[in-house]
């Protein structure tokens, strides 16, 4: 029986597809057939795309950090036809000392990219699951396994929907419902362009917060190494793999910080095994 992997044409349901990523998959999805509900805070920023694929994709509003938006959005879609690739993708970096953030962008960095996530994952699982399977794309980052100063609030939302979609992963593998984490490294999607930034306090002004703050916004995006393009073929690549892998790597960057950071963590991990074992009752 063919399955979703071997689908002539699948529908897909992408988040933050107005630019960068979002925007690359939405353009490759439907240069190889597929139809595609592209979610964006600007619909014109995909009139061109309409042009060219015309039915093919459909463009919604969507705020992520309205909840009521996102059911009504997603009842629309399922309304028209069934989804078969769901891609988290919106997302944007608050940068800053913990310190420095205020109540309002802690909460709208979480719910960006973990609270929205995981009401979307849910909101799919169970039309999935009637339909006999799919695949649900977490757009991670490799700050969802690595810590840098900063990012606090961006790593607790990459970091919590990391663990999240590890675990649903395993509660719907059986319905033949896929996830996958992907990983990239800098990527030249304009990213680091849309950085937003905290108000700047004389405490942490000169010191590592400081000196992270000007380096990312003195950035030059076009010495990252990532292709949008390559990298939005490698995510769709998965999507015709039977059994598409739990985290997806992109970016030697990525590949080397995420490779030090759990070297160390294994490397603090068996330094405590003594200590680990010390704490059982004692018969």
């Known amino acids: 029986m063919p399955t979703l992997a071997d689908q002539a044409e699948r529908h897909w349901f992408i988040t933050g597809a107005a630019g960068g990523l979002g925007r690359h998959l939405t353009a490759h999805a439907l240069r190889e057939g597929d139809r595609v509900t592209a979610t964006v805070r600007r619909p014109a920023a995909l009139d061109d795309l309409r042009e060219t694929h015309g039915d093919r994709l459909t463009v919604e509003v969507l705020d992520l950090t309205r909840p009521a938006d996102i059911d009504r959005v997603i009842g629309a879609t399922l309304r028209r036809r069934p989804v078969d690739i769901v891609v988290n993708n919106a997302g944007y970096a608050v940068v800053g000392a913990a310190e420095e953030m205020t109540a309002q962008q802690v909460r709208d960095q979480v719910e960006v990219l973990l609270l929205a996530p995981m009401m979307i994952t849910r909101a799919f699982l169970r039309p999935m699951r009637e339909q006999g399977g799919g695949r649900i794309i977490q757009i991670s980052s490799m700050g969802g396994q690595i810590g840098t100063p900063t990012h606090s609030a961006y790593h607790a939302g990459k970091w919590g ?104 963590r294994r490397t603090a991990l068996e330094s405590q095994q003594p200590l680990a074992a010390s704490v059982a009752f004692r018969d």
């Not at 010495?223 to 039977?242: E, I, K, N, Y």
Request: aromatic share 6%.
């Open 161 to 264: 929907l990391e663990g999240y979609t590890e675990s649903v992963s395993q509660e719907v593998a059986d319905f033949d419902i896929h996830l996958t984490l992907v990983q990239p490294g800098a990527t030249r999607t304009g990213f680091a362009a849309a950085l937003r930034y905290t108000t700047e306090t004389a405490p942490y002004r000169d010191h590592v917060v400081g000196r992270t703050r000007r380096a990312l916004a003195g950035a030059d995006e076009s010495l990252f190494t990532g292709d949008p393009a390559r990298l939005a073929a490698a995510v769709h690549a998965t999507t015709r793999q039977h059994r598409p892998p739990l985290r997806l790597t992109l970016g030697a960057d990525t590949y080397h910080a995420i490779h030090a950071a759990l070297t160390e």
